[in-house]
């Protein structure tokens, strides 16, 4: 298995001080021991494929779900726990050339969707996980960025069948987003969650369905024999008549070959602060339970939780070595007291990284792989796997069941093409990072 980041990347070291891991009892699958014949085999343990193998079971066929380390061990485990619209990074316009007018309001209909399918798995699950949230609001950075983000915002509102509330600078106050912001808009699409306690609960009921989780069982080799696919772990191995690769930005060059060059891992880091006080609250004027980002590219994301805890995240970091993850603690945290600096005295004990996925074309892929019969991968949601990745995941199981309860857009069918660089495509961060800050400015 061969990745392309720095070995830290890969280990516990990330994820030492993650709040989520402290949350939800852990849950161990047992290690792959000898070999195994199912329908579905799926690679990773995440919203995407613990979502595909759920339905995919319910649905009676056998499924075996095979995972490097342990269910939402990857960025379903650890992310900043944003259920909202999203899933590429092109503009509108560039939307409407590749795909027309149509398509791109099929796009954002897809992008709805699929937040309203996490929260209606919470709710035939029964899974906890902490959600608040009346949607998600944008906040402009620079004056110059509000006019935009609200005609965005009326624009995405008018095709979702929804209202965009505008909220002018001066009356960021009063809704409790105190800062240094310029004004913003709220669309009534998303809410937050905890999202190891989503990913585990998936998990769970995935295992009740009667999946077949294995733990601690990465898959080194496939191959085809006589129509069948063969994933050999290190204690055995699984023969399936089709295979889901659900492994993002966590991938792997050879797992199958064809992902080579295709995604881009990007980290994204986190803090989480100790619960904040009545006192500490109003000090800064963030009383509100939104889950918020601003208009920066490199943006910055954050919100206040319901146990008061304040959660605050950015993109960066060009290596993933101890010493860099260190380095962006330090970045984190500065940014976090320059945008809010009443909390600049606050603990912020809990902080971790890792990965979300880019691809080539700023789009994500959910479809068979061209060339491969019977293997399937989904991938790249550019920061927002909760939503679009428990929903590629769900789209991917129709598709092997020859159903369309889960409509997605046409864009998703779209593989990206490879990055330049093979191996080392993550150098091209150093210049587009450079580039996106001074756009930030």
Not at 153 to 161: I, K, M, N, P, Q
Not at 163 to 183: N, T
Not at 257 to 274: D, F
Not at 419 to 425: D, E, K, L
């Amino acid at each position: 298995m061969k990745r392309i980041a720095d070995t830290y990347a890969y280990g516990p070291g990330p994820i030492e001080r993650c709040f989520w891991t402290r949350t939800p009892p852990d849950l161990t699958w047992p290690r792959l021991s000898g070999d195994l014949d199912a329908d579905v085999a799926v690679i990773g343990a995440g919203f995407t494929g613990l979502t595909a193998a759920l339905h995919l079971a319910e649905a009676g066929l056998s499924v075996a779900v095979l995972e490097a380390e342990q269910p939402g061990w990857g960025a379903s485990g650890r992310n900043g726990g944003f259920c909202c619209l999203g899933g590429a990074r092109i503009s509108h316009d560039t939307l409407v050339r590749r795909v027309g007018e149509d398509g791109a309001r099929d796009w954002y209909r897809t992008e709805q969707r699929a937040v309203d399918f996490v929260a209606s798995q919470l709710t035939r699950l029964k899974i906890e996980a902490d959600t608040h949230s009346h949607g998600e609001t944008m906040l402009a950075h620079r004056p110059r960025d509000f006019d935009r983000l609200v005609s965005d915002a009326e624009r995405t509102a008018s095709v979702l069948g929804v209202r965009a509330e505008v909220i002018a600078a001066s009356d960021l106050v009063k809704h409790g987003m105190a800062g240094p912001f310029h004004g913003g808009v709220t669309l009534p699409v998303g809410f937050g969650l905890n999202p190891r306690k989503y990913v585990l609960g998936l998990a769970q009921a995935a295992s009740a369905a009667g999946v077949a989780g294995f733990g601690n069982s990465p898959v080194q080799t496939m191959r085809a024999t006589n129509g069948d696919h063969e994933l050999a772990t290190p204690a055995g191995a699984v023969r399936a008549k089709r295979v889901i690769v659900a492994t993002n930005g966590y991938s792997a060059e050879t797992l199958p070959p064809w992902m080579a060059g295709r995604y881009m891992p990007v980290q994204s880091n986190v803090i989480v602060t100790r619960p904040l006080t009545d006192a500490e609250l109003e000090a800064q004027g963030w009383t509100s339970a939104q889950i918020a980002y601003d208009s920066r590219n490199l943006l910055h994301y954050f919100r206040l939780m319901p146990d008061r805890r304040f959660l605050f995240g950015m993109r960066g970091g060009l290596r993933t070595t101890k010493g860099v993850q260190n380095h962006m603690e330090k970045s984190v945290r500065r940014d976090f007291e320059t945008m809010f600096p009443a909390w600049s005295h606050v603990e912020t004990p809990w902080f971790w990284s890792g990965f979300a996925c880019m691809a080539r074309n700023m789009t994500p892929f959910a479809g068979e792989i061209p060339g491969q019969p019977g293997v399937f991968a989904a991938f790249a949601y550019h920061g927002n796997g909760v939503a679009m990745g428990s929903y590629a995941g769900a789209a991917i199981a129709d598709r092997l069941l020859g159903r369309g309860e889960h409509p997605v857009s046409a864009l998703l069918d779209h593989p990206a093409g490879r990055f330049p660089g093979g191996a080392f495509r993550r150098l091209a961060l150093w210049p587009a990072y450079g580039y996106y800050a001074l756009k930030d400015r």
